[in-house]
């Protein structure tokens, strides 16, 4: 098994040289000498803090990219780092949006997975394409569509800042027609995200027959639903398998 010192030392290598240079020119930008580099490189030296940071300054890295050994599956698909991809997500305005609801899916998945694993659901599919709701699965023998969406972030051109959601399809339909509102049964269950209000990744869930409908069109729900502001209230739970229960009350 490899030592701490030849996993560091096989990652400034990679890093090197997917900038090109030679060990002389890392051990020049860095203020060390090359017999040093090398010998760092092959896991043949200990190496200090203040060493690390300077060839992390070299290299123009965080100095936790010297100890990240394994890339995730999107850093090779991009050939980015992690840091360089949560930068140019940050530079995005639309870009962050998108991060926000993927990653309001993603806790909402591992919250689902939960249920899977305690055999609460089974069947489990995230769908990541348009006309599908975000989240499939059996549950008490019927099959069941969710789909999760984040708060309005707080606004101050809203003169009553209530909290609300908005829910609608972020396409029309594929035929060009203007359906983007959803109708009252696209899905059985919506799990509101209140990371823009609370700043937590935590959910709101109601079964979709209780959400506010169109007076003149009842079979189309209303693009913007209120929240309750102070927690689970009415047919809105905290607890997803209370909202699971009532998406099938006779009631």
Not at 25 to 48: M, S
Request: hydrophobic residues 35%; positive net charge.
């Amino acid at each position: 098994m490899a030592t701490i010192q030849q996993l560091v030392g096989k990652r400034i290598r990679e890093l090197r040289k997917s900038k090109r240079w030679t060990i002389e020119t890392l051990a020049e930008k860095a203020n060390k000498h090359y017999t040093y580099i090398g010998g760092l490189e092959r896991g043949a030296r200990n190496v200090t803090l203040e060493v690390l940071q300077a060839i992390a300054r070299a290299i123009n890295v965080p100095i936790k990219e010297l100890f990240t050994f394994l890339r995730h599956p999107l850093e090779e698909k991009l050939n980015a780092t992690s840091d360089d991809i949560l930068s140019a997500i940050e530079k995005g305005f639309r870009a962050t949006i998108d991060a926000k609801g993927k990653l309001a899916e993603y806790f909402l998945f591992r919250q689902l997975a939960t249920l899977q694993i305690n055999e609460q659901i089974k069947d489990l599919v995230w769908f990541d394409e348009d006309g599908r709701p975000d989240f499939e699965f059996i549950f008490r023998g019927k099959r069941l569509r969710l789909e999760c969406k984040n708060a309005r972030s707080p606004s101050e051109k809203r003169k009553k800042d209530s909290w609300r959601v908005e829910i609608q399809k972020t396409r029309n339909s594929k035929d060009g027609t203007p359906t983007r509102a959803y109708s009252v049964d696209y899905f059985d269950l919506l799990s509101v995200c209140l990371f823009n209000r609370t700043g937590k990744w935590a959910y709101l869930h109601v079964a979709a027959r209780r959400l506010e409908r169109r007076l003149e069109n009842p079979e189309l729900l209303v693009i913007m639903q209120s929240i309750p502001e102070s927690g689970p209230s009415g047919h809105w739970k905290s607890d997803i398998l209370e909202a699971l229960i009532d998406t099938q009350a006779s009631n």
